[in-house]
């Protein structure tokens, strides 16, 4: 096993790892940059190294800088949670070439699966139910124009290289399709210096309902069930919650043997997601996959009493896993506490906590790397805390989301709390009747504000 793992990332997971490599006896490297010199992952690792200044490119997404720290601090393993590095290619690459094994999927599994359009090819391949849609990319709007009037209105044009919604546009009609190929094309272009496109049908009513999965090196991958992630706002995920209040057990069997198989036809090694778009009927497509772990994890750690991290560390190091599929035991829901006002269009809010008090008690797990006295910088992701509540039945779960949600106090800057307290009362979200279109008419109350 790993005798030192330097850790990729910052905040709340680099802290989380921290936590997992120390009860496995594995030396802990944090890196950093200079706006999270006072930042706590930075204090509870075994050495920190300073990897440049505030701006992520210059500090977090430097492959030399982290390789060097890596290399000067004789680790034999770079961690590199999600988001940064953490689906880059190139960099597991490197870390193969410098001898640094890489805990994640190997660059070549990054290749078949990051890119979107190749991603789809290769389910299809697998067997596994793909959305209808281009072969490949889009050549020009004329093309589009052609593929959407045979496949049928609406569609959905998307960025081959996208995520986070940018280089997405939904298309209603033909007279649409003109202007919001070239705005997507320009947004993708300005944000991934790609503006590639491919085309879908678009799905009414949807769920995003993903699948945790986990394979080793021996072509062996099992699933942990799925995650439903469907309250989103602009594509970005605010709560999570398993098992997802729409499935079934027969859903539950298809999609998993699904993501079984999605993960063994590319060999795939560590812990990763594939994700599905779920329709009104329960049809289930393919939509992408992430080579990470995910933001999301604890909910699923709390119902099958799994630790992801240590399973991604024991994989890494050769160790084949059990081939057994988990199913939930429990209901667990994370709300994503964010430094954002939810009554300013969700406007990040960075700045220094003034005053902090942490909810706890039975079934309440808090993952977050801030404390009082913290500066929240302007830098990077405003996601400050992962408030997690598991309990026997759903109802009880957001009984107690509402009652952790009442205790947790931040001031000094805006968060999202009320936000979510106000959706632990919703009545479609109570009932589970809640699409990834939910936050189109959800109107923030200011009751909630105090």
């Known amino acids: 096993m790993f005798k030192k793992i330097l850790i990729a990332n910052r905040g709340e997971i680099a802290l989380r790892i921290i936590r997992t490599c120390k009860e496995m006896g594995i030396k802990t490297v944090a890196v950093y940059s200079k706006a999270d010199e006072e930042s706590l992952h930075v204090r509870f690792a075994d050495e920190a190294v300073c990897i440049g200044p505030a701006p992520s490119h210059e500090s977090y997404l430097k492959i030399p800088n982290i390789i060097a720290a890596a290399e000067i601090t004789n680790a034999d393993a770079i961690h590199p949670g999600y988001g940064f590095l953490s689906e880059n290619s190139k960099f597991s690459k490197i870390c193969a070439e410098h001898e640094i094994k890489f805990i994640g999927a190997s660059g070549e599994q990054i290749d078949k699966m990051g890119d979107k359009a190749t991603a789809k090819e290769t389910m299809k391949k697998a067997g596994v139910p793909t959305i209808p849609g281009s072969e490949g990319l889009l050549k020009d709007v004329t093309d589009a124009k052609k593929i959407a009037k045979k496949m049928g209105y609406p569609v959905m044009i998307k960025a081959t290289a996208g995520g986070g919604g940018k280089g997405m546009r939904a298309v209603w009609s033909e007279n649409e399709m003109e202007s919001h190929f070239e705005s997507a094309v320009q947004e993708a272009t300005a944000a991934f210096g790609n503006g590639g496109m491919y085309m879908e049908k678009l799905i009414e009513e949807p769920r995003h309902i993903e ?150 008690g039975h079934g309440v797990r808090l993952d977050t790397h801030v404390y009082s006295g913290y500066m929240i910088p302007p830098n990077y992701d405003s996601m400050i805390a992962k408030l997690i509540t598991t309990a026997q039945t759903r109802e009880e779960a957001i009984n107690k989301m509402r009652r952790a949600l009442d205790e947790f106090v931040i001031e000094g800057v805006k968060t999202t709390i009320p936000f979510h307290r106000q959706l632990m009362d919703h009545p479609d979200y109570l009932a589970g009747n809640y699409t990834t279109k939910f936050m189109e008419d959800f109107e923030i109350d200011p009751k909630y504000l105090d």
């Open 211 to 360: 699948i945790q999965i986990v394979g080793d090196q021996y072509g062996k991958a099992c699933h942990l069930s799925e995650r439903d992630c469907s309250v989103q706002r602009r594509h970005q995920k605010l709560t999570e919650e398993t098992p997802s209040p729409f499935m079934t057990d027969s859903l539950r069997d298809d999609m998993g043997k699904a993501a079984v198989k999605a993960a063994e036809f590319i060999k795939y090694e560590g812990a990763g997601t594939v994700e599905f778009l779920v329709d009104k009927h329960r049809n289930f497509y393919f939509m992408e996959m992430n080579t990470r772990i995910q933001v999301e994890h604890p909910i699923t750690e709390q119902v099958v009493d799994y630790d992801l991290i240590r399973e991604q560390i024991l994989v890494a190091g050769g160790v084949p896993i059990s081939g057994k599929n988990y199913l939930p035991k429990l209901h667990s829901i994370e709300c994503r506490i964010n430094a954002e006002d939810p009554f300013n269009d969700f406007r990040p809010s960075p700045g220094k906590i003034t005053t902090l008090h942490t909810p706890g």
